[in-house]
Nanobody, 118 residues
Framework: QVQLVESGGGLVQAGGSLRLSCAAS????????MGWFRQAPGKERRFVAGIERGGSTYYADSVKGLFTISRDNAKNTVYLQMNSLKPEDTAVYYC????????????WGQGTQVTVSS
C-alpha cells in the first residue's frame, strides 16, 4: 500500500508559477514510478507528467517545456513545477503511484486545487 498527500495548490494569475508536492508513505519510494494527473470541471482525469524509478521523465504534449516533474527519494516526495500557467490549467491535480504491475497507477492522493485566473 502507498499513501499519498498532495500540497501546494492555490490561486495564481495567468503567467504565474506554482509548485505542487506529493509526499508518499508505505512502500519504498524509490521502487516505483510516480505521476501527476489533472481533472478539470466536467472533464475526464488526464495524464500530465510521469517520472520513472530511475528519474526518466515524460509529459503530456500540452505541458512540455512548461511543467517539470522531479522526485526526491530521500524525502519520499515528488514535485510538479508549473510555469507560465494558463486559465486552461485550472483543475484538481492528483499525484499517483505505480502499482505492482509496471505502468499502472494504482494509488492516488486526494487532489489539490489549482486555479489560474485570467
Amino acid at each position: 500500500q502507498v499513501q499519498l498527500v498532495e500540497s501546494g495548490g492555490g490561486l495564481v494569475q495567468a503567467g504565474g508559477s506554482l509548485r505542487l508536492s506529493c509526499a508518499a508513505s508505505g512502500r519504498t519510494f524509490s521502487s516505483y514510478a510516480m505521476g501527476w494527473f489533472r481533472q478539470a470541471p466536467g472533464k475526464e482525469r488526464r495524464f500530465v507528467a510521469g517520472i520513472e524509478r530511475g528519474g526518466s521523465t515524460y509529459y503530456a504534449d500540452s505541458v512540455k517545456g512548461l511543467f517539470t516533474i522531479s522526485r526526491d527519494n530521500a524525502k519520499n516526495t515528488v514535485y510538479l513545477q508549473m510555469n507560465s500557467l494558463k486559465p486552461e490549467d485550472t483543475a484538481v491535480y492528483y499525484c499517483a503511484a505505480e502499482g505492482r504491475v509496471p505502468g499502472t497507477f494504482d494509488y492516488w492522493g486526494q487532489g489539490t486545487q489549482v486555479t489560474v485566473s485570467s
